[in-house]
């Protein structure tokens, strides 16, 4: 079979750009013109084997980034599945990113907390070269993952394993944290679409908030800004939580929450 039968094929059954990039993963190409440039390519037996391997886990909603073991994050591949599997990044995530840069702070000290792929703190370290990045999770197993993408992306992060704040010391001028913040009650949601993800990377108790409000009480005193990030429908109860201990909103967008500590 060649690569323009196989194309039309697998486009039947999953999205086309998956399809696409499922075949280019398996003949080792980047670039996609290959495939209309090579359109008549014969696909070798090992390479059917394996594409039609992909495709099937596609078509049963295993998200691509596994299958294919990596997620880009503001422009840069991150592991999300060697050993352990990390939460797939996403693209709202990215916006904390842009946040940081507008507070226009040069922060000298970040904590990244349930820092997962390390995508947050490694994007962050390599977007402010001065800044002491420290980044954690509750997962043993993730943070292998994370180092890896540390060291292929050559950000010098530090990790730690800890619950929360439990095992961190310390002050920082910026603490970030996309915590687990799922509700399993939430009637909108679609489990089948998180079946592949880690159970506890994506939900909490307290309506999906018990770890974020925990955060917020040991964070105070301990940083001059917090973000946050969560579903837009827990926003105002994060706000007026928050303001009980001290912080008080400078930005926000539909996932993220930023908070500086009031003087
Ligand atoms: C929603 S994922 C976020 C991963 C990554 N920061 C991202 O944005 O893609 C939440 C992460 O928090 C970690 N986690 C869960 N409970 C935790 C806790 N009590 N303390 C620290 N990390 C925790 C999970 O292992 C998971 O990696």
């Known amino acids: 079979m060649n ?6 094929i697998a486009k039947r059954k999953i999205d086309a750009l998956d399809a696409e990039l499922i075949l280019l993963n398996t ?14 390519r014969e696909l070798t037996e090992e390479e059917l084997k394996k594409a039609n391997g992909f495709l099937e886990r596609r078509a ?8 294919l073991g990596y997620k880009e994050f503001y422009g840069r591949d991150f592991l999300v599945a060697k050993g352990a599997r990390s939460l797939v990044p996403r693209i709202e995530t990215e916006s904390i990113i842009e946040m940081v840069k507008a507070l226009k702070l040069a922060p000298r000290k970040i904590l990244d907390i349930g820092t997962g792929s390390g995508c947050i703190a490694i994007t962050l370290k390599l977007e402010n070269e001065e800044a002491e990045v420290l980044a954690s999770d509750y997962s043993r197993d993730v943070l292998e993952l994370a180092k890896e993408n540390a060291k292929k992306l050559a950000a010098d992060v530090k990790f730690i394993q800890s619950d929360l704040l439990d095992s961190i010391d310390g002050d920082f001028d910026l603490i970030v944290a996309n915590l687990p913040y799922v ?10 679409a998180l079946a592949f993800e880690p159970k506890e990377a994506l939900y909490a108790e307290d309506s999906g908030l018990y770890l ?3 955060l917020i009480l040991q964070a105070k005193g301990r940083t001059n800004y917090l973000i946050l ?10 706000i007026e939580y928050a303001k009980e201990f001290g912080f008080s909103l400078t930005q926000k967008d539909d996932f993220i929450t930023v908070f500086e500590t009031k003087p």
């Open 27 to 40: 003949v080792g190409e980047k670039d996609r013109s290959f495939l209309t440039l090579h359109d008549d």
């Open 229 to 238: 990030e969560s579903d837009t429908s827990q926003q105002n109860e994060i």
């Open 212 to 214: 974020v409000k925990k």
């Open 3 to 8: 690569v323009s039968s196989w194309l039309t």
């Open 60 to 67: 049963s909603g295993e998200p691509l980034a596994y299958i």
């Open 183 to 192: 509700d399993e009650n939430w009637g909108w949601l679609d489990k089948e």
